[in-house]
C-alpha cells in the first residue's frame, strides 16, 4: 500500500503562484511514475504533469507553459510548482502513483492506482 499526503493548497489571486507537495510513503512503488491531476465537482479527473524515478516529466498542454513539476526522491516527495494562476485552476489537485509503472506518457486517472485526499486551491476571479 501506498499513502499520499498533499500539502500547500489555498487561496491565491490571479497571476500568483503555489507550490503544492506530496508525500508518499509505503511500498516500493514509490520509485515508479508520481503524477498531479485536478479535480471540479463533476468532472472528471484532469491530468496536468507527471515525473519518473530519473526526473523525465510530462506535462498537459493546458499547463506546460506554467506548472513545473519536481520530485525529491530522497524524501519520497513530488512538488507541483504553478505560476501565473488564474480563476480556471481553481480545483482540488491530487497527487496519484502508478502500481504498474506504465511511465510518464500514461495520462488517464485509471493508469494511477494510489491517490491522495487533495489539497484545494482557490483563484478568484
Known amino acids: 500500500q501506498v499513502q499520499l499526503m498533499e500539502s500547500g493548497g489555498g487561496l491565491v489571486q490571479a497571476g500568483g503562484s503555489l507550490r503544492l507537495s506530496c508525500v508518499a510513503s509505503?511500498?516500493?512503488?514509490?520509485?515508479?511514475?508520481l503524477a498531479w491531476f485536478r479535480q471540479l465537482p463533476g468532472r472528471e479527473r484532469e491530468f496536468l504533469a507527471a515525473?519518473?524515478?530519473?526526473?523525465?516529466?510530462y506535462y498537459a498542454d493546458s499547463v506546460k507553459d506554467r506548472f513545473t513539476i519536481s520530485r525529491d526522491n530522497a524524501k519520497n516527495t513530488v512538488y507541483l510548482q504553478m505560476n501565473s494562476l488564474k480563476s480556471e485552476d481553481t480545483a482540488v489537485y491530487l497527487c496519484?502513483?502508478?502500481?504498474?509503472?506504465?511511465?510518464?506518457?500514461?495520462?488517464?486517472?485509471?493508469?494511477?492506482?494510489?491517490w491522495g485526499q487533495g489539497t484545494r486551491v482557490t483563484v478568484p476571479s
Open positions: 496519484a502513483a502508478q502500481h504498474t509503472n506504465y511511465g510518464i506518457y500514461y495520462t488517464t486517472a485509471a493508469s494511477y492506482y494510489y
Open positions: 515525473i519518473n524515478w530519473s526526473k523525465d516529466a
Open positions: 509505503g511500498r516500493a512503488e514509490i520509485s515508479n511514475v
